[in-house]
């Protein structure tokens, strides 16, 4: 599978932004779908997965605020990003795995995206 983020740019404190991640190349829903961010000097950190029918997970640095979904009939999976803080700024990557609990653990990773930043001014 072949990854396609974008969405990111330059937001205020408390506003939303909304990333998304085209797939295309293998069968698109057959995979878990997720989300990762990253800043410098630190490990790419796990934000939010939804499985192949529809079953979701989320950090907890961002539950209540982040919203992930899928559409499998475009093969896109979005993160909606709401009250945004300025320790959400980072590089976000898509990635995909053939099951929800992988994904989670940064596990067995088939496909990563290309990255998107995400900058929150206070």
């Known amino acids: 599978v072949q990854l396609q983020a974008s969405g990111g740019g330059l937001v205020q404190a408390g506003g939303s932004l909304r990333l998304s991640c085209a797939a295309s190349g293998r069968t698109f829903v057959t995979y878990a779908m997720g989300w990762f961010r990253q800043t410098p000097g630190k490990e790419r950190e796990f934000v939010a997965g939804i499985s192949r029918i529809g079953g979701s997970y989320y950090a907890d640095s961002v539950k209540g605020r982040f919203t992930i979904s899928r559409d499998n009939d475009k093969n896109t999976v979005y993160l909606e990003m709401n009250s945004l803080k300025p320790e959400d700024t980072a590089v976000y990557y898509c990635?995909?795995?053939?099951?929800?609990?992988?994904?989670?653990?940064?596990?067995?990773?088939?496909?990563w995206g290309q990255g998107t930043q995400v900058t929150v001014s206070s």
């Open positions: 990635a995909t795995s053939r099951k929800l609990v992988l994904l989670r653990a940064g596990r067995e990773i088939d496909s």
